[in-house]
């Protein structure tokens, strides 16, 4: 890349979210304040291109934009508040122009000021072939507020925050190039769920006020999947309850079998999936109400050693993790 | 690469260094606990085969000691302790094997014991070709203690805390097959500077003790291009004196154009350099030797708008920051 550090000036924000910046870009480091009665999280991600994603499935911007939401998931996953954000990419020496990688760095921006979300730091270097955009975020959670996989219990409630399956089907039309072929309309929600999927701060932070028991994780890898984490960490069973998902119309007309991959297998929903006790249930309903926020029960906990059932139309069978393969 | 998760767990720390870690690898993101007295530091550093090492260059568990090693650095160069790392790599299909990647893992381990800094995070991607290595690295510095390039003034002494052109002495034996033709004694520890080299974190956290105005960098891109950096953000001139300079009698029987090439723009040393007033440089040196350290004067600050000059027998020329080139 020629002029790498105008470059870097030109994607560096102008001005700063966060007054507990204290030195940004422009240094060996980042520094920043903290305050005692959080604790920090941190997470990191990587996209690779030809693995994550293709030219043919994602406009550039949405790249930048779904690097920065998918680390900005898992700090939802906690419950966390996101606050800085560092950007590590790996350019091939051919194919990518700078007014690519710049529009890549808007899509990350767009997501950033939404959530108030500095960037402070990063690397950039060449590679040979293919793209790899790493992003590491922090973030604060109340001292000791922990939303962890390891914390269901029997007798909980298992919840989602969404419709999951969104992406999967979305990635399944493009792939397939049947987008042209759907309704543009409708197709819209999912196309936006694989290419800009919303991390869910929000509730997130919901989760995370109170001292409420909470289990959390985010469905990256499908619903199946981080069930299966979740039982797994906390040494109990989940059933899910099938016809307690919310199964998005268009998914009517194709087979049951196909309505499972999306939804149980599919990934990259982003949608938050966890437990809390039947007690605390109701408290936390209407508090996502107030919000405007969606809790739905998908199904329940039980006493066992890590497996996940599926019941539907009340029989039941296990569900294995096997999740999510990219293509 | 099969039973991801089982290899994961193969290279999760069993044993955490740092009691502030409450959530290490296995959720979404880590959590751990701060204390306001202190800022938090942060840096990213990526390394790509084919263009930062190959296998001829670096032995595979050198390519994860080197990755930690510059994100080290970049900390050594705030005056930083570290603390925590996170790892996110990005594996080719195929020519990596499951125990070449532990053995990069344990190259990492080996200097993250060292320095008690805890593995917490991280991501485990696959790639087609080529391997991609991102290490994130979080400290911690006294509140409000910032060594940044921006704070150079006229009159200041220029130190390096160790030799320079080490690194690119031994690369350049190693492209060209050299490496078997020299004394392997001597060679040994260029071979040391090249592969493994020793983040200058005592350096730097000695220079960050007292409230002693200091302007630092690490020597990553080399010494030129760091003078350049620190002059051009502090808006003086820098002149380093090559008879200062500490010169490795191995480079003797070089032309002097060699010379310059591996020490003042052959980068990768990690060394830390710097300027201080010449009132607290005395200071400075005596704290150094109590710590067995080096603290070396090779030149000085002039008012100035940036430019750095290098002064040989009493002659000055400017320098430019062209530093080094990846091959």
């Not at 293919?130 to 959670?141: A, E, F, P, R």
């Given at each position: 890349m020629n002029n790498e550090f105008d470059w870097i000036q030109s994607v560096s924000p102008k001005k700063l979210h966060q007054p507990s910046v204290k030195v940004g870009i422009g240094d060996d480091?980042?520094?920043?304040?903290?305050?005692?009665?959080?604790?920090?999280?941190?997470?990191?991600?990587?996209?690779?291109?030809?693995?994550?994603?293709?030219?043919?499935?994602?406009?550039?911007?949405?790249?930048?934009?779904?690097?920065?939401?998918?680390?900005?998931?898992?700090?939802?996953?906690?419950?966390?508040?996101?606050?800085?954000?560092?950007?590590?990419?790996?350019?091939?020496?051919?194919?990518?122009?700078?007014?690519?990688?710049?529009?890549?760095?808007?899509?990350?921006?767009?997501?950033?000021?939404?959530?108030?979300?500095?960037?402070?730091?990063?690397?950039?270097?060449?590679?040979?072939?293919?793209?790899?955009?790493?992003?590491?975020?922090?973030?604060?959670?109340?001292?000791?507020?922990?939303?962890?996989?390891?914390?269901?219990?029997?007798?909980?409630?298992?919840?989602?925050?969404?419709?999951?399956?969104l992406s999967a089907y979305a990635l399944e039309h493009l792939l397939n190039d049947e987008s042209p072929r759907v309704d543009q309309s409708s197709f819209a929600r999912f196309l936006k769920a694989h290419q800009e999927p919303e991390p869910q701060l929000e509730a997130g932070q919901l989760l995370a006020k109170g001292d409420g028991r909470v289990s959390l994780n985010d469905v990256s890898d499908g619903l199946a999947h981080e069930a299966k984490e979740i039982a797994e960490a906390s040494g109990v069973n989940i059933v899910i309850d099938w016809d307690s998902l919310l199964i998005p119309q268009e998914f009517n007309t194709h087979p049951i079998e196909k309505q499972e991959d999306w939804m149980l297998y599919g990934g990259e929903d982003f949608q938050l999936v966890g437990t809390v006790s039947a007690h605390y249930w109701n408290e936390l309903v209407l508090r996502f109400k107030e919000h405007h926020l969606l809790l739905h029960k998908i199904g329940r906990v039980e006493k066992g050693e890590g497996t996940v059932f599926m019941k539907r139309h009340g029989t039941r069978s296990i569900i294995e993790k096997s999740g999510y393969h990219h293509f």
């Open positions: 480091a980042a520094i920043y304040s903290v305050h005692s009665e959080f604790d920090q999280v941190v997470a990191v991600d990587t996209m690779v291109e030809g693995i994550h994603f293709t030219r043919k499935t994602m406009p550039i911007k949405s790249i930048g934009y779904k690097a920065l939401a998918v680390n900005l998931s898992d700090l939802a996953a906690m419950g966390a508040i996101p606050l800085y954000y560092l950007v590590s990419v790996a350019v091939p020496k051919q194919g990518w122009t700078q007014e690519e990688l710049s529009k890549m760095y808007e899509g990350m921006d767009q997501l950033a000021c939404k959530w108030q979300v500095d960037l402070i730091g990063g690397d950039t270097v060449s590679i040979r072939d293919t793209l790899v955009l790493t992003v590491t975020v922090i973030g604060k959670v109340k001292r000791d507020r922990h939303l962890l996989r390891s914390q269901a219990e029997e007798g909980d409630v298992l919840f989602v925050t969404g419709e999951v399956g």
